[in-house]
T-cell receptor, first 116, second 115 residues
Framework: AQSVAQPEDQVNVAEGNPLTVKCTYS??????LFWYVQYPNRGLQFLLK??????LVKGSYGFEAEFNKSQTSFHLKKPSALVSDSALYFC??????????????FGTGTRLKVLA | SAVISQKPSRDICQRGTSLTIQCQVD?????MFWYRQQPGQSLTLIAT?????????ESGFVIDKFPISRPNLTFSTLTVSNMSPEDSSIYLC????????????FGQGTRLTVV
């Protein structure tokens, strides 16, 4: 069965420090992987995706993520955190072997708190 | 990209009543979805809204409780029927373009409180 795990409910980081939000997945085929961010009282906003190709994916607002097939991980990273990055982050996977369903499997979310 | 307008943004409703949430997209999209999100929690897919036909519901969700309409490619509604406090949640509309591996677009959500 497909699944996504975000092992940390919350991540605290000081402003200016690098941040990492972890995500691991389990799918039967090659996954399509996504990161979304949700600010308070807002819907989800797309940050980046991995479909194929270069394992390092760059996205919006200076975020990047690295696809690691052997570790089945897709961790979100940013070299220098901003207070404005504080939000709820969701990792999501779509298994292309289940074509036609177009369903996302979302992780449980990680709350990022950047401290000034 | 697609811009989604979802309304109302929030509502407080009496138990036993129904609320209809509207989702309007600024372009024709193939796929539209409705999610439920408990505050601070992950998203749970309620159903896929199919244009011109009955929605496809996920396990645990039924049409009588969550009737969905999608009369055209840019508009959908979700009704939460006979509400109870357990229905208090955030409801999100989402859309995608089939045939392209693109990201999903989300409305800002409807925060529903049932009292």
């Amino acid at each position: 069965a497909q699944s996504v795990a975000q092992p940390e409910d919350q991540v605290n980081v000081a402003e200016g420090n690098p941040l990492t939000v972890k995500c691991t997945y389990s799918v039967s085929g090659n996954p399509y992987l996504f990161w979304y961010v949700q600010y308070p009282n807002r819907g989800l906003q797309f940050l980046l995706k991995y479909i194929t190709g270069d394992n390092l994916v760059k996205g919006s607002y200076g975020f990047e993520a690295e696809f690691n097939k052997s570790q089945t991980s897709f961790h979100l990273k940013k070299p220098s955190a901003l207070v404005s990055d504080s939000a709820l982050y969701f990792c999501a996977v779509r298994d292309p072997s289940t074509s036609g369903t177009y369903k996302y499997i979302f992780g449980t979310g990680t709350r990022l708190k950047v401290l000034a | 990209s697609a811009v989604i307008s979802q309304k109302p943004s929030r509502d407080i409703c009496q138990r036993g009543t129904s609320l209809t949430i509207q989702c309007q997209v600024d372009s024709q999209v193939t796929m539209m979805f409705w999610y439920r999100q408990q505050p601070g929690q992950s998203l749970t897919l309620i159903a896929t809204a199919n244009q011109g036909s009955e929605a496809t519901y996920e396990s645990g969700f039924v049409i009588d409780k969550f009737p969905i309409s999608r009369p055209n490619l840019t508009f959908s509604t979700l009704t939460v029927s006979n509400m109870s406090p357990e229905d208090s949640s955030i409801y999100l509309c989402s859309c995608e373009y089939r045939g392209r591996i693109t990201e999903a677009f989300f409305g800002q959500g409807t925060r529903l409180t049932v009292v």
